[in-house]
């Protein structure tokens, strides 16, 4: 059997489904198309419905969708106006694209953005009423009229532009200097622009003018010429700048001569001339052969530097001789000054034998060795080195005294012993005679060769001979006046007398020589008369035993065999007073000087034992 009733219900079941289908389908169109994105692709998407069946009320929706992409359509069209409005005077263009063709591919971008739908839409001109599409016809016609204008514009301008550009860049010499020493290749940023613009408009499809296009076609022998030409003047540069303010004096004349033959092209070449190529060519071959002389020279150059360091670290009192002086071995007698004044004799006339042979190789071999590399004459006076030898002349006079001020240290440090107590470096005798002390060596001998050990140190510099004024020839017994009492004026002697640090340091040593004498008169006195005059006998008695006078009536009592209490008393004191002297050391340090009162102390002590007997 047929149930109707079951029929029924799911027709009205249908029925409502349909419905609701058809009422969620024309909500679906209305919030798809209420805010489009691109008029283009909902014309697209409303035209993929035309061949379906559909509803006629759902057809009816999708017909009235089309005046909404219309109106979307004309907001774009709008959109895109006020983009160009804002953005046209800023020459808006890609990356990699070149400002004035890069604007017209910005221009034929909004372009295509408002084109292609209004092509599309004119073809389906029975979607919308007449009027509807006119206006959207006639709004699209005049932007596009804008930017047609534009394009043409731009492109017109940049022709004429670009035709003075060409010929001006080409006309351009190819190098400019910027100072006397450094220049720069005439290879302009507009220049590559320029070209870029051409390729980048010839790829457009745009008619340019013969002229341009050649130019762009010649950019790739054009950026060779730069490029090989940029690469020389670095060459140049990094020689220059590689070269001190000394050297720019020694080589004034070659730099010159560098700088003249670069004359061609600062002042007539530009990129269109022919024979670029071997220019440079010859121009770096010039560079060849100044980096080969100068590097020759800088071969003697390092041997000089070698002979000065080797003066600056000679050691005219070595460590050795200085730990010999200041730690004799244990068990060993301190040496005399004299043979102190031997050792240290010796250590400098050994080092400065080395440093004469040294010091006239650089005069007499190097530099008119350099004076044949560069001007193939070897005569030790060539004018355009005589600031050159000032140089040297002064490198040598700063390592000279470096070496005395570093021994006259050595020296201060001998005798003074910075940081420690001094130390005594030698050993002096002492003598009675006649109520006073006598040292062996006598003081102002001590005095002499303690100078004299300074003077030495001094003196030394006195082999070295000075250059002849404007050359690197020392002065000889040949020269008049060498050999007189004016011989200081022809050596560096003078300048160490002159010489404020070695002032200093020489002050310094008399002061420390002075302390140890002033000690050693101290110690002197010790023993020596005393010419005080003392309340109580014993302070006074020292004074009356030394006394000739008093000695004499001594001598006479003593003859006279005494036995009275009287006597005795003075016996008691002299004994006294010889305990005295026997408690003294008999070698005391004055400093650096160790004095030795032996011979002293014994005669006291025979006066001791002839008291011993009287008694």
């Known amino acids: 059997k047929i149930n109707y009733q079951k029929i029924k219900s ?33 014309f697209e998407l409303l035209q993929k419905f035309i061949n379906l069946q559909s509803l006629d009320h759902i057809s009816e929706q999708l017909q009235k969708r089309y005046s909404n992409v ?57 979607k919308w009423t007449a009027d509807e599409l006119k206006s959207g016809k006639e709004e699209y016609k005049v932007f596009a009229k804008t930017l047609d204008t534009y394009e043409k514009e731009k492109t017109d301008q940049w022709i004429k532009s670009s035709n003075e550009k060409a010929f001006k860049f080409l006309k351009q010499k190819i190098l400019v200097p910027l100072d006397k020493y450094h220049f720069k290749v005439n290879y302009s940023l507009e220049f590559k622009l320029l070209i870029r613009e051409t390729k980048h408009f010839d790829t457009l499809g745009f008619q340019l003018p013969k002229t341009i296009l050649n130019i762009a076609l010649q950019e790739r ?3 060779q010429y730069a490029d090989k030409l940029t690469k020389m003047i670095q060459e140049y540069h990094l020689i220059v700048e590689n070269l001190s303010p000394i050297e720019m004096n020694l080589y004034a004349n070659q730099l010159d001569h560098l700088t003249t033959n670069l004359s061609p092209a600062i002042n007539s070449f530009n990129l269109n001339t022919l024979g670029i ?76 034998v080395k440093l004469e042979e040294k010091y006239r190789k650089i005069g007499d071999t190097m530099l008119p060795q350099i004076e044949f590399v560069i001007y193939k004459k070897q005569t030790g006076r060539h004018p355009n080195m005589v600031i050159y030898y000032r140089y040297w002349e002064r490198r040598i006079y ?21 940081g420690e107590r001094p130390s005594p470096i030698f050993k002096v005798n002492t003598e009675f005679n006649y109520m006073k002390v006598i040292t062996n060596p006598h003081q102002n001998e001590l005095r002499v060769t303690l100078n004299n050990l300074m003077k030495l140190i001094k ?44 002032k200093l340091i020489t002050v310094e040593i008399s002061e420390i020589k002075k302390l140890a004498f002033s000690r050693l008169e101290k110690y002197k006195s010790i023993w020596e008369e005393d010419k005080g005059d003392y309340q109580d006998m014993y302070s006074n008695f020292k004074r009356i035993i030394w006394n000739p006078k008093n000695k004499f009536k001594i001598d006479k009592i003593l003859e006279k065999n005494p036995t ?18 026997e408690s003294q050391a008999p070698e005391m ?22 008291m011993i007997r009287f008694q």
Request: some cysteine; aromatic content about 12%.
């Open 277 to 352: 190529y071997d220019f440079i060519n010859g121009y770096r071959e010039e560079l060849k052969h100044f980096v080969e002389m100068k590097n020759k020279v800088d071969e003697k150059k390092r041997m000089i530097e070698d002979i000065i360091e080797y003066i600056e670290r000679t050691d005219l009192i070595s460590p050795e001789l200085i730990e010999k002086v200041l730690f004799p071995k244990k068990d060993v007698e301190l040496i005399s000054l004299s043979a102190l004044y031997s050792l240290f004799e010796a250590q400098v006339e050994s080092e400065i």
């Open 398 to 418: 700063n390592a000279l005294m470096k070496m005395i001020l570093k021994a006259l240290i050595s020296y201060k440090m001998i005798l003074s012993r910075p």
């Open 459 to 502: 003196d030394s510099i006195i082999v070295f001979p000075r250059w002849k004024s404007g050359s690197c020839n020392v002065y000889s017994t040949k020269d008049e006046g060498f050999e007189s009492e004016d011989k200081i004026n022809y050596t560096y002697l003078r300048d160490v007398n002159d010489n404020t640090a070695i």
């Open 70 to 126: 219309l109106s979307t359509y004309l907001k774009e069209l709008n959109l895109n106006k006020d983009i160009f409005e804002r953005d046209k005077m800023l020459a808006v263009f890609g990356k990699y694209q070149p400002p004035v063709s890069g604007s017209i591919v910005w221009k034929r971008a909004l372009m295509h953005r408002v084109k292609g739908p209004i092509v599309k839409f004119v073809k389906c001109a029975d």
């Open 221 to 223: 022998e054009y950026f």
């Open 564 to 581: 009275t209490s009287n006597f005795e008393f003075f016996i008691e004191y002299f004994n006294g007073f010889l305990k005295d002297f």
């Open 589 to 610: 340090n004055a400093s650096f000087i160790l004095v030795d009162f032996t011979n002293v102390k014994h005669a006291y002590i025979n006066l001791h034992a002839t």
């Open 10 to 42: 799911l027709i009205v079941e249908y029925n409502t489904s349909t419905k609701e289908i058809n009422e969620k389908t024309i909500k679906l169109i209305e919030t798809t198309f209420a805010d489009l994105r691109s008029s283009e692709s909902a």
